[in-house]
């Protein structure tokens, strides 16, 4: 028996969890100033500044996680940067840096949060046994079918997995009231860009409210059987870049308050839908179909890291049915410390709810790892394709600029959703992106 714990990482999908840079003042007749609210849930920055108009960016405090800006009259555009704590992934130590650009026509409010590596505050035991053998789960190479118990509870998730049609386990599971997933996967090789190997559910069964320590079902052996079997709901794809890779679709089922949920890694043509027994009420269902352009940069991970991408929510299974937007082609910025991007793109002329995205990743040395994330919203951006990344080194706290010959992964991305940018993607929201990424070396 073995444990892990499930960590679904999206290759060229630039989250946006908070960005921005630059400033630029609207100009008018004065007026009263407009508040801006941000708070910060989960974790604290360990550095925060803002920018209003074009001033430059300015260390504050944040009281209770929360700031608040005051954006005077005849000016619209404000900014926020903050640091996150270090979070250790692997023995990589993981630096992260935010800053977002937007106006007080984008919203007033703002949520967001840091990365966080979530420990239980304690543990205890889970025990039982599984019986899957009625699942016809069949795999035509790879390594085959597994089963999988995962555990959730105050934030935190704990795994175990056996491959083979039935197990007993006991495992360390975050303590007090749990929901747990039992589920039977099939993996399988795969031919599509950036995955290799895929993982498609096959059966599940959920409990809710389940006692750790302690044992699941009752101690009694949890048989999945004929209603716990997932069926298949199809996916077809209205535009397929020619020279793209074939396109693909993750699927994680987004449990109400507790995390998220594999379903499949690789879907092509269909994607499993769960059954009512693996289900509770505020579930969604999230989709990320992406097509790679196979001429791009691989990133340290040897994921490729530019496409076309559609994210969408559901809140029950869906016929899928995805429509990317045209291809952006771009070769890049001039090599520089904080390199400045050109975001000419015409294919979401008129569109509402647009921002561009960059993401600058690197290793000051062979334990850590740097990045930085910036986003600009298509209102704070007035009209300019030009996004500069700011220098904030020099206010306390805030990340190095890389250092001359260092090597740094830049990703570059334009998105468009159905909902107001710098927000979570809403349970039936969606958003298409185009992507572009490369290396350059700091002159």
Not at 65 to 78: C, E, Q, R
Not at 146 to 163: I, N, P, Q, R, Y
């Amino acid at each position: 028996m073995s444990s892990f714990s499930w960590r679904w990482w999206i290759p060229g999908f630039i989250v946006p969890l908070i960005a921005g840079c630059g400033g630029h003042s609207s100009g008018g007749d004065g007026g009263s100033p407009t508040t801006v609210t941000v708070t910060f849930t989960g974790a604290a920055p360990t550095a925060i500044a803002t920018q209003v108009g074009s001033v430059s960016f300015t260390p504050v405090t944040a009281p209770s996680n929360t700031i608040t800006l005051s954006v005077p009259g005849g000016t619209t555009s404000f900014g926020v940067a903050f640091e996150c704590p270090l979070i250790t992934v692997t023995g990589t130590q993981l630096s992260e840096m935010y800053v977002f650009k937007a106006t007080t026509l984008d919203g007033t409010s703002y949520s967001q949060s840091c990365p966080e590596s979530v420990i239980p505050a304690s543990s205890g035991f889970l025990a039982g046994s599984v019986d899957a053998s009625a699942i016809p789960v069949v795999s035509s190479s790879g390594p085959g079918p597994f089963l999988a118990v995962e555990a959730w509870g105050g934030g935190a998730v704990e795994s175990t997995l056996w491959f083979g049609p039935a197990f007993d386990f006991s495992f360390t599971a975050p303590s007090g009231s749990d929901r747990v997933e039992v589920a039977a996967y099939n993996s399988f090789l795969t031919s599509v860009v950036a995955v290799g190997e895929g993982i498609s559910l096959a059966a599940a069964r959920n409990f809710s409210g389940q006692t750790v320590p302690g044992s699941l079902n009752g101690g009694n052996t949890v048989v999945l059987g004929t209603a716990d079997e997932t069926t298949p709901e199809s996916i077809t794809y209205a535009r397929v870049l020619a020279g793209f890779s074939v396109p693909y679709t993750a699927v994680n089922l987004e449990m109400a308050g507790n995390g998220s949920f594999a379903v499949d890694t690789a879907a092509t043509t269909q994607y499993p839908a769960l059954p009512a027994s693996a289900i509770e009420s505020g579930d969604y269902y999230s989709f990320f179909s992406s097509a790679n352009n196979p001429t791009a940069s691989f990133n340290a991970d040897g994921y490729i890291v530019a496409g076309v991408i559609a994210a969408q929510n559901s809140a029950t299974a869906i016929p899928l049915s995805v429509d990317f937007p045209p291809a952006w082609s771009y070769a890049g910025p001039q090599a520089a410390a904080l390199p400045t991007f050109n975001f000419v793109y015409s294919g979401f002329s008129g569109a509402t709810s647009v921002y561009d995205s960059v993401i600058l990743t690197w290793k000051p040395d062979t334990s850590d790892q740097h990045s930085l994330q910036v986003t600009a919203t298509a209102n704070s951006s007035a009209g300019s394709t030009s996004l500069a990344i700011p220098d904030l080194s020099a206010l306390p706290g805030f990340l190095a600029s890389p250092t001359s010959g260092t090597s740094v992964l830049w990703e570059a991305e334009i998105s468009q959703g159905t909902f107001p940018p710098l927000e979570p993607i809403p349970a039936n929201g969606t958003v298409l992106s185009v992507s572009n990424a490369g290396w350059l070396t700091v002159p």
